[in-house]
């Protein structure tokens, strides 16, 4: 036969009787005809519809009833019988194991509907892709210039790695990182960022996202409050959500968080998480007073400061600003920061500055979660640093979002002026907008998105029930040239 061929069971009632349901082999398809007769007894065993002791057609009846060669259905009995789910008596045949569970009485819309989860997963909001992480396109936040990427550089680098890489590599590593690329990371952030750190403090993660994750599990306990800013980074809520802590939410202005009135709304907090640098969304930038008065608040409550620098590596109206963990004479920051902005999302290669104290316990944490982070990527990184080659991108790259930049906010301010508000242009590769009263910004991201303009929400990374609504918009991957148009299609879609 050229067709699917059909045996039903049931025509073998004398070995095989009170079933009704059919071995389908079809000898067009790609899959093997053992593979075939497998998957059906094992996927209608698994649904109860072939149950404990029931008897199985002889291998030879069942290639005679189905037309095709012995060996095929011998193999897949073989496997069945490997596995458990048949069993052979002597002299009576083979039949469905008596040794499996019975699953009668049960649906499959019954058994979901009882499954059980933890608290930590089941306060997490439902999982949605965000419509401006779908694909390259104008505004999308948290995407470089991928097309300046030194990648022929990238990939030497690896092709060298590769040819001299030892068996050591090929073994568990140091929970903490590999230690060339935590001394250039130390050696980087003294010099470039201010930040007070030995190679040993430095831990390897993979990415910013993971070491606020980890942040949380080692400094905080479930019902613990922690200040995050509102608005702030809306993953930061959902590692709090997870860790079930309480968030508090502190206002963000132009001075940056409140110190103030995070102390009013609850002054005995165990952490802050916040982004002195350059503040996501809003994109300002934390005053000198408001820096000293957020670490003499944690020193008095001895409580903990996450430092989120995430882009610190642009700035346009001055040099970089010093961390805020260089300030810090108490070891009461955790400083992070990742490669992900500056080299390429993908990457996904962060680290963590932690107190000599805590070392320890951070990587007991870690040795938890994901034991230690690759060599490969590591080793190459290490190189890319050692050689030059990320201070000559960093350097490449400033006045190119520079000017795009600064071609962002005429545009805005030239097409859309009274109708907006522009906030956080000084840094980073991305600002905020505020739209005027009434207005839906997440209706309006999506209807963009059909149109390739990726809109980031600003609502959606507050806490509070009286979001302001506006955009976060980006301009990494945006070329200056493709600007005034990508602001004439937002014009049309709020004015």
Not at 158 to 182: F, T, V
Not at 371 to 379: D, G, K, L, Y
Not at 470 to 488: E, H, R
Request: charged share 20%.
């Amino acid at each position: 036969m050229t067709g699917p061929a059909e045996f039903c069971i049931t025509t073998l009632k004398s070995q095989f009787r009170g079933v009704s349901n059919l071995i389908t082999i079809d000898r067009r398809a790609s899959k093997p005809l053992y593979q075939q007769i497998y998957d059906s007894f094992r996927s209608r065993i698994i649904r109860g519809e072939l149950r404990a002791g029931d008897l199985v057609p002889s291998s030879r009846e069942l290639a005679r009833e189905s037309r095709i060669s012995r060996l095929p259905v011998l193999t897949a009995y073989a496997q069945l019988l490997a596995e458990g789910y048949f069993e052979s008596r002597v002299g009576a045949g083979t039949f469905i194991s008596s040794s499996l569970p019975s699953r009668s009485g049960s649906s499959p819309s019954v058994a979901r509907g009882q499954r059980l989860l933890s608290a930590q997963v089941a306060a997490l909001p439902k999982y949605e892709r965000p419509s401006w992480a779908e694909s390259l396109g104008p505004f999308q936040v948290g995407q470089p210039e991928l097309q300046k990427f030194p990648i022929e550089i990238w990939l030497k680098l690896i092709a060298r790695y590769s040819r001299r890489m030892r068996l050591k590599a090929l073994q568990y590593a140091d929970a903490m990182g590999l230690p060339e690329l935590r001394e250039a990371i130390a050696t980087y952030l003294r010099t470039s960022r201010g930040v007070r750190c030995e190679a040993q403090q430095i831990m390897v993660v993979s990415g910013s996202q993971q070491a606020l994750d980890l942040a949380t599990r080692v400094l905080l306990e479930a019902g613990r409050a922690a200040w995050v800013e509102e608005p702030g980074y809306w993953l930061v809520h959902h590692v709090l959500k997870a860790a079930r802590c309480r968030i508090v939410p502190v206002p963000v202005d132009e001075e940056g968080l409140s110190v103030t009135a995070g102390i009013r709304l609850n002054r005995n907090a165990r952490a802050a998480f916040v982004a002195p640098s350059h503040q996501y969304p809003l994109g300002v930038t934390m005053s000198a007073a408001r820096r000293l008065q957020l670490l003499e608040w944690a020193q008095r409550s001895r409580a903990w400061i996450i430092e989120d620098d995430y882009d610190s590596e642009y700035r346009y109206g001055s040099l970089p600003i010093a961390s805020l963990q260089g300030l810090d004479g108490n070891s009461r920051v955790i400083y992070i920061g990742t490669f992900s902005k500056v080299m390429f999302p993908s990457l996904r290669l962060g680290y963590l500055v932690i107190p000599v104290d805590l070392i320890e316990r951070f990587a007991a944490m870690r040795q938890v979660m994901d034991i230690c982070p690759t060599h490969i990527t590591q080793a190459v990184m290490s190189d890319f640093i050692r050689e030059g080659h990320f201070a000559r991108h960093v350097r490449r790259m400033r006045p190119i979002y520079a000017e795009r930049r600064r071609v962002l906010v005429a545009e805005l301010e030239r097409q859309l002026g009274d109708h907006v508000t522009i906030m956080g242009d000084q840094a980073g590769m991305h600002l905020a907008i505020f739209l005027t009263p009434g207005r839906d910004d997440r209706k309006i991201a999506v209807t963009a998105a059909r149109q390739s303009l990726w809109l980031s929400a600003l609502s959606s990374s507050y806490v509070g029930k009286k979001p302001r609504h506006g955009f976060v918009l980006g301009f990494g991957n945006t070329k200056a040239n493709d600007i005034p148009q990508a602001v004439w299609h937002l014009k049309k879609l709020i004015c």
